[in-house]
């Protein structure tokens, strides 16, 4: 019961990073803004994150909230936080557990809708049938696409390979890490 609410509470705060600012110029407003105001905080900070479901005889539930700051136009920095739950009733005993971990990330835009991206994260597993956890790291290469549908409203699409292939990652080798989904206000 206990990880139930806190999932919920994990998913209620996701879904507030989830809307951003909006940084574009509101209509009937000049193009070009103050250099100071160019330049504040709150146009170069943003937020952002992902939450993923699946249910039945494996059951993932996670959220990775991050944030990321401007340097330039075209370049960003970014921390992340991530947690997820699993149940994965194929094996006898079931198999349950939580992993956690952080990254941070840099990612540069090549044009408005295509961005490389690396990221070097650390992740907490416990591996079915051993009883310590481990932390194992990650460095993930790779690219991005994002498409206006619409106002603030994008398509996102990412590719990503772990180039570090540790020992102890629970992934095969040289499987993609995909992603794709909406973002509101970012």
């Given at each position: 019961m206990k990880k139930i609410k806190l999932i919920g509470i994990l998913f209620f705060l996701l879904l507030n990073f989830c809307f951003g600012q909006d940084t574009k110029e509101v209509e009937n407003q000049p193009l070009k803004q103050p250099q100071q105001q160019q330049n504040s905080l709150s146009n170069r900070i943003y937020f952002g994150g992902d939450v993923g479901l699946m249910f039945g005889n494996y059951t993932r539930i996670a959220v990775h909230p991050l944030v990321g700051y401007k340097i330039t136009h075209n370049f960003s920095?970014?921390?992340?936080v991530g947690y997820e739950y699993i149940k994965d009733n194929r094996y006898t005993p079931t198999y349950e557990t939580s992993n956690y971990g952080g990254s941070i990330f840099l990612r540069y835009r090549i044009i408005p809708q295509l961005y490389v991206h690396s990221e070097y994260a650390m992740?907490?597993?416990?591996?079915?049938?051993?009883s310590s956890r481990k932390w194992v790291p990650f460095l993930l290469l790779g690219a991005g696409f994002s498409q206006s549908l619409g106002g603030n409203v994008y398509l996102?699409?990412?590719v990503l390979f772990d180039v570090l292939q540790n020992e102890n990652s629970p992934y095969n080798p040289w499987d993609p890490f995909f992603s794709a989904g909406i973002g509101v206000g970012f």
């Open positions: 920095v970014g921390l992340r992740t907490n597993y416990e591996l079915y049938g051993e996102n699409l990412q």
